[in-house]
């Protein structure tokens, strides 16, 4: 199977987890939201184990949790590294319209990116 049949066969299923991300509001800059931005690094970090990852930790902070995970399949090979954030800032709710369809969404994020 290629890489693009892998994507094709399982789109429903990593735009259901997507989906399943965007529903936590984890607002870091809002105290009020600090359950939700541990439950998003929970989730995060049962993703990551989910998706193959040896190594997983969710640490502590003075802040927020940080989530790591790492797969080392040689380390004699390159590593590759990616980086990203859990945690959203406070939203506009103006821009957003009530018709919008789980694919009209999707579009949208991606083409605003």
Known sequence: MTR???????QDKFLNELFDLLKI????ADSDYALDVQRCAEYTAMRLK??????VTLEQTSGNPIVYGDKII?????????????DVQPVSYTHLRAHETR???VCRLLLEK
């Open 4 to 10: 693009e049949q892998y994507i094709e066969n399982n």
């Open 25 to 28: 509001p984890s607002i870091s």
């Open 50 to 55: 989910e998706a193959g990852a040896d190594n």
């Open 74 to 86: 040689d380390p004699n090979k390159p590593t590759i590294l990616v980086y990203g954030h859990y």
């Open 103 to 105: 694919h009209d969404l």
